[in-house]
T-cell receptor, first 114, second 113 residues
Framework: EAEVAQSPRYKITEKSQAVAFWCDPISGHATLYWYRQILGQGPELLVQFQDESVVDDSQLPKDRFSAERLKGVDSTLKIQPAELGDSAMYLC????????????FGPGTRLTVL | AQSVTQLGSHVSVSEGALVLLRCNYSSSVPPYLFWYVQYPNQGLQLLLKYTSAATLVKGINGFEAEFKKSETSFHLTKPSAHMSDAAEYFCAVSGGTASKLTFGTGTRLQVTL
């Protein structure tokens, strides 16, 4: 069964450093989502792509976070500089098309900022 | 706008007992509703979804949920708990296809012998 791939699975960094996370959605999935999940809470959407275009980035802290999906396939989420409050699980999800209701999640990247 | 309230951050049941995890939603449009399960340090796995078809939805691993519009609820049940069901369960709502999911705060299910 096809899966959403994410790397790295774990990342430890010091505050003020730059970090980057990578996501490869299920082949053929046009819509890609990045969520942040703080410990003990549910995931919250950071950014949504339709192909290579951003559809929703209203909750993305744009002063330090950036996301891209240049060829409409895989995606990178970057944080620069990282802050202590960025420690969380970063989840990537994908869905087949704009007409699809089901999002499939990857295993996530656990970020710890020291 | 959509929101989800999960009643009970922790639920403990004995193995073989009924599992009931509560979810109430708020939505300004006909909602799509989902239950996901998350095991430690893993991503979310879809258990089941409601997308305006049958109000009783059957999912994987013996779970099911019933959409009750009058009560704005979508509670998750399983007749007999198994040790492997111990995990975090999230209820989520969206406003339709390709819409962002709004998650509840989760319910941690503990299964005891």
């Amino acid at each position: 069964e096809a899966e959403v791939a994410q790397s790295p699975r774990y990342k430890i960094t010091e505050k003020s450093q730059a970090v980057a996370f990578w996501c490869d959605p299920i082949s053929g999935h046009a819509t890609l989502y990045w969520y942040r999940q703080i410990l003990g809470q549910g995931p919250e959407l950071l950014v949504q792509f339709q192909d290579e275009s951003v559809v929703d980035d209203s909750q993305l802290p744009k002063d330090r976070f950036s996301a891209e999906r240049l060829k409409g396939v895989d995606s990178t989420l970057k944080i620069q500089p990282a802050e202590l409050g960025d420690s969380a699980m970063y989840l990537c999800a994908s869905s087949l098309t704009r007409g699809s209701d089901t999002q499939y999640f990857g295993p996530g990247t656990r970020l710890t900022v020291l | 706008a959509q929101s989800v309230t999960q009643l009970g951050s922790h639920v403990s049941v004995s193995e073989g007992a009924l599992v009931l995890l509560r979810c109430n939603y708020s939505s300004s449009v006909p909602p799509y509703l989902f239950w996901y399960v998350q095991y430690p340090n893993q991503g979310l796995q879809l258990l089941l979804k409601y997308t305006s078809a049958a109000t009783l939805v059957k999912g994987i691993n013996g779970f099911e949920a019933e959409f009750k519009k009058s009560e704005t609820s979508f509670h998750l049940t399983k007749p007999s708990a198994h040790m492997s069901d111990a995990a975090e369960y999230f209820c989520a709502v969206s406003g339709g296809t390709a819409s962002k999911l709004t998650f509840g705060t989760g319910t941690r299910l503990q299964v005891t012998l």
